[in-house]
């Protein structure tokens, strides 16, 4: 069965820090690319950050670009979410994600395997 489980979320302050973890199982994690979306209230699900199979190729959305790093282990087959400079406006649940093939190019439209998530309150 796969399952993606995520962790690390909470509350933290404005510009304060959090290191989100996804533990993946049930599938040969280092033949897929991954990812992270968040979800806040009232809003639809967006993309936030992807990691290629191979590590060498990454995307982020505009609104964390110099802020969040996207980093794997494929060892310990967890996914990393390095979170600095949060803002208020990043308040959301976070989903680890997984494309529904292997091996493919990193692809924003090809998630399609989703975590429980985890909730990720900044405020003051």
């Known amino acids: 069965e796969v399952q993606l489980v995520e962790s690390g979320g909470g509350l933290v302050q404005p510009g304060g820090s959090l290191r989100l973890s996804c533990a993946a199982s049930?599938?040969?994690?280092?033949?897929?690319?991954m990812g992270w979306f968040c979800q806040a209230p009232g809003k639809e699900r967006e993309f936030v950050a992807g990691?290629?199979?191979?590590?060498?190729?990454?995307i982020y959305a505009d609104s964390v670009k110099g802020r969040f790093t996207i980093s794997r282990d494929n060892v310990k087959k967890t996914l990393y979410l390095q979170m600095n400079s949060l803002k208020p406006e990043d308040t959301a649940v976070y989903y680890c994600?997984?494309?529904?093939?292997?091996?493919?190019?990193?692809?924003?439209?090809?998630?399609?395997?989703w975590g429980q998530g985890t909730q990720v309150t900044v405020s003051s």
């Open positions: 994600a997984r494309p529904r093939s292997p091996r493919g190019a990193l692809d924003v439209a090809g998630f399609g395997v």
């Open positions: 049930g599938f040969t994690f280092n033949f897929y690319y």
């Open positions: 990691l290629g199979w191979t590590g060498g190729s990454t």
